[in-house]
Nanobody
Framework: VQLQASGGGLVQAGGSLRLSCVAS????????MGWFRQVPGQGREFVGA?????????YGLSSVKNRFFMSRDTRKSTGYLQMDNLKPEDTATYFC??????????????WGQGTQVTVSS
């Protein structure tokens, strides 16, 4: 599976961004897509994941609940991470990843290249 993430950028605190992740190659209809973020010098955090077949989501970070929302368009093989009310502490490189089979807790099988999100105060 190849993953291409996009949509990062610079935004002021309180603003919004939507990340996209286009998948190609092998099917992962029995698994799902996860989102992670990483700050230099720190470990990678599991933001959450979406079950590809049902659209069910679960979050790994309590700090993003009610601010970050995951969705997917199976026809486009694309997953989305809508980020609202962004805070400076959300600044990180964001990665999408795919796991071919549930459960969707890490580790993941395939990774995108990452997209930078910077939130200014």
């Amino acid at each position: 599976v190849q993953l291409q993430a996009s949509g990062g950028g610079l935004v002021q605190a309180g603003g919004s961004l939507r990340l996209s992740c286009v998948a190609s190659g092998r099917s992962f209809s029995s698994g799902g897509m996860g989102w992670f973020r990483q700050v230099p010098g720190q470990g990678r955090e599991f933001v959450g994941a979406i079950v590809w077949s049902t659209g069910n989501v679960f979050y790994g970070l309590s700090s993003v609940k009610n601010r970050f929302f995951m969705s997917r368009d199976t026809r486009k093989s694309t997953g989305y991470l809508q980020m609202d009310n962004l805070k400076p502490e959300d600044t990180a490189t964001y990665f999408c990843a795919v796991k071919q089979y549930s459960p969707l807790a890490p580790p993941y099988d395939y990774w995108g290249q990452g997209t930078q999100v910077t939130v200014s105060s």
